[in-house]
């Protein structure tokens, strides 16, 4: 059965690096057609796709945040990460790591809530 | 602004019939198929409908979907408290090639 959990700081100073790292087990990062991707949520936003890798490493982004975002394969690891640069309160959310496939077919970790400020 | 959209809100009495709309374009919606997910309060989002219409096992069958042309509708008949819920309609983007998100309804039961 497939398990995600995401970890990482609760609390980032504004214009610092956001780092987020999801553990995978019951799969494999490797498993062909999936993709791991971050899921973030805000009261005000509803549910904001941030970005993906796919099992062989292609990245996809959102374009609104495309410039800041790096989501990267840990195959040793069997883990998945996020980085978002230059973070405002406007990233204050709840983080979620998920796998999907293109049909968009979502398992969903836990979440873990991210506030930036200082 | 999310380029599928589903009305804000949402509301129903115990036993009631509701629908949830969720529009989009001919390169997601009209393109792809659309899954629906359920996200209570506090937890995270789980699978409703997937592939349009199809209901995973332990979902109730009061909870149906269809789709047409590049719009879909989730149905929630015989409505209980307990369907009081975020629910929001995923499907692909071809043009983007990326999944894309409703902006979410918030369903009140009365």
């Known amino acids: 059965q497939l398990q995600l959990q995401e970890s990482g700081p609760g609390l980032v100073k504004p214009s610092e690096t956001l780092s987020l790292t999801c553990s995978v087990s019951?799969?494999?990062?490797?498993?062909?057609?999936?993709?791991w991707g971050w899921i973030r949520q805000s009261p005000e936003k509803g549910l904001e796709w941030i970005g993906s890798?796919?099992?062989?490493?292609?990245?996809h982004y959102n374009p609104s945040l495309r410039s800041r975002l790096t989501v990267s394969l840990d195959e040793s690891g069997n883990q998945f990460s996020l980085k978002l640069d230059s973070v405002t309160a406007a990233d204050t959310a709840l983080y979620y790591c998920?796998?999907?496939?293109?049909?968009?077919?979502?398992?969903w970790g836990q979440g873990t809530q991210v506030s930036v400020s200082s | 602004q999310s380029v599928v959209t589903q009305p804000p809100s949402a509301s129903g009495t115990p036993g009631q019939r509701v629908t949830i709309s969720c529009s989009g374009s001919?390169?997601?919606?009209?393109?792809?198929?659309v899954n629906w997910y359920q996200q209570l309060p506090g937890t995270a989002p789980k699978l409703l409908i997937y592939?349009?219409?199809r209901r995973p096992s332990r979902v109730p069958d009061r909870f149906s979907a269809s789709k047409s042309g590049t719009s879909a509708s989730l149905a929630i008949s015989g409505l209980q408290s307990e369907d009081e819920a975020d629910y929001y309609c995923?499907?692909?983007?071809?043009?983007?090639?990326?999944?894309?998100f409703g902006g979410g309804t918030k369903l009140t039961v009365l």
């Open positions: 998920a796998r999907h496939t293109r049909g968009s077919l979502f398992e």
């Open positions: 019951g799969a494999s990062i490797s498993d062909i057609g999936y993709y």
């Open positions: 890798v796919f099992y062989n490493g292609v990245t």
């Open positions: 001919r390169s997601n919606i009209g393109s792809n198929t």
């Open positions: 592939s349009n219409e």
């Open positions: 995923v499907t692909w983007d071809d043009s983007q090639s990326t999944p894309v």
